[in-house]
């Protein structure tokens, strides 16, 4: 079998489709966006039509659609924005335990400028309760910022609840959806969202483009000086193939999200029932219902998650770790450690994130492969020799 990319939440493919109405845009109709000549139009015209497609697709006005160069500038731009210009009223700021580093460092950078944060607990499913959010509001609270789902663990919060309260105590809401958005349907009236933060290449976009949605009466300023793009708010020659290849992404995630939902969660949950139900000391991690639809994150018990990935990677099999042992930190990842898991646990962690392209075929090999990786570790641990010994009969 050739290979199989099971790690969607990473990044995922740029379709063709997304591809083919990106090109012109490189090499034909070349010019800016911002200028007032006719050959500018034909970028300007599609820069508009992808910030419609856009607004159309969150219930929301093409004016309330900011774009940016990805979820990261998003986040930092909510939060930075927002702490500087409503420091007057207030400087409380809410966010959870569980949140991308987008948010959480941002947040420890707004902590260094005097800003207090309240880092939210969540429960063993990763879920932040509504109530509890509403507990941590003060009368110096001015933003409140819980992601829609979880990047690792893939649990989607009570976002629509959250909206609601923040409302009824006058704070801004924002949610990081760079997850969600494109997976799940996402309406910001009706959810009470004033900030929205999403990605293009998590949904079949292209890299270096994202949005920010700013409700119309959000105080917020500019992020990036420079110039007069983005009515006003975010400085930058317009990435107009990137705008362009976004809008394309999203109009074909909406066209397909009734299926994909139906497909990906079905696939999901037979890898989920086959690695409960054949490989021992295996624990799954987030919401069992309210998760994303492609999300599967599982800890392994005495094993390591980076060495499951090397051995996947040698069989030609993409998936990621919770662990962030990859990228030079020996700690386990701040999601599976906030929802309680004890350190030996996490560290044996492992995310697969499913697309429209993998098939039954693929998942049922990748259980059998990982059935084998895992046995194959297990005979190597001292910790699960002393386990089986101390657990015989």
């Known amino acids: ?8 939440a990473a ?53 309330e659609i900011y774009f940016t160069a990805g979820g990261s500038e998003s986040d930092n731009w909510a939060l930075k924005a927002t702490a500087e210009a409503y420091k007057e009223k207030g400087n409380h700021i809410i966010t959870t335990k569980i949140e991308h580093h987008a948010i959480l460092h941002t947040c420890e950078w707004l902590e260094k400028q005097g800003f207090e944060v309240t880092y939210l607990d969540v429960d063993e499913n990763g879920t932040v309760s509504p109530e509890v959010v509403e507990a941590a509001i003060r009368p110096t609270t001015i933003l409140i910022s819980v992601m829609f789902a979880n990047n690792e663990i893939g649990t989607i919060e009570p976002i629509a609840e959250i909206g609601a309260i923040a409302k009824k105590h006058g704070v801004l809401f924002h949610t990081d959806a760079v997850q969600a958005f494109g997976q799940v349907l996402i309406q910001v009236d009706e959810m009470n969202i004033d900030m929205l933060s999403a990605s293009g290449h998590k949904l079949n976009g292209p890299k ?8 119309k009466g959000v105080k917020i300023r500019s992020f990036i000086h420079g110039g007069a793009q983005e009515r006003k708010r975010r400085a930058g020659t317009e990435n107009v193939p990137g705008i362009v290849g976004l809008g394309k992404a999203v109009e074909l995630a909406l066209a397909t999200m009734e299926q994909r939902i139906e497909q990906e969660s079905s696939l999901r949950d037979h890898m989920i029932s086959r690695i409960e139900n054949e490989i021992p000391f295996a624990k799954l991690n987030g919401e069992r219902s309210k998760r994303l639809p492609n ?21 030609g099999i993409c998936a990621s770790s919770g662990s962030a042992c990859t990228s030079g930190s020996l700690d386990p990842s701040h999601v599976l450690l906030a929802i309680g898991l004890p350190h030996e646990i996490a560290h044996g962690s492992l ?4 697309g429209a392209e993998n098939t039954l075929e693929e998942v049922d090999h990748t259980v059998d492969v990982l059935k084998e990786i895992v046995a ?13 010994k101390n657990h015989k009969d």
């Open 295 to 315: 999300n599967v994150n599982v800890c392994f018990r005495f094993i390591e998650g980076e060495s499951m990935l090397i051995m996947l990677d040698m069989k």
């Open 11 to 63: 990044t995922t493919r740029t379709v063709p489709e997304v591809v083919e109405a990106m090109l012109p845009y490189f090499t034909e109709y070349y010019g800016n966006a911002s200028t007032v000549y006719g050959f500018g139009e034909k970028s300007r015209q599609a820069v508009n039509h992808a910030r419609d497609t856009i607004a159309n697709a969150l219930g929301a006005k093409s004016e």
């Open 376 to 388: 194959h570790l297990r005979n190597m641990s001292p910790l699960y020799e002393d386990y089986i």
């Open 208 to 215: 270096g483009i994202g949005f920010l949605y700013i409700r």
């Open 351 to 354: 995310r697969m994130t499913l």
């Open 1 to 8: 079998m050739e290979q199989i990319y099971l790690d969607h």
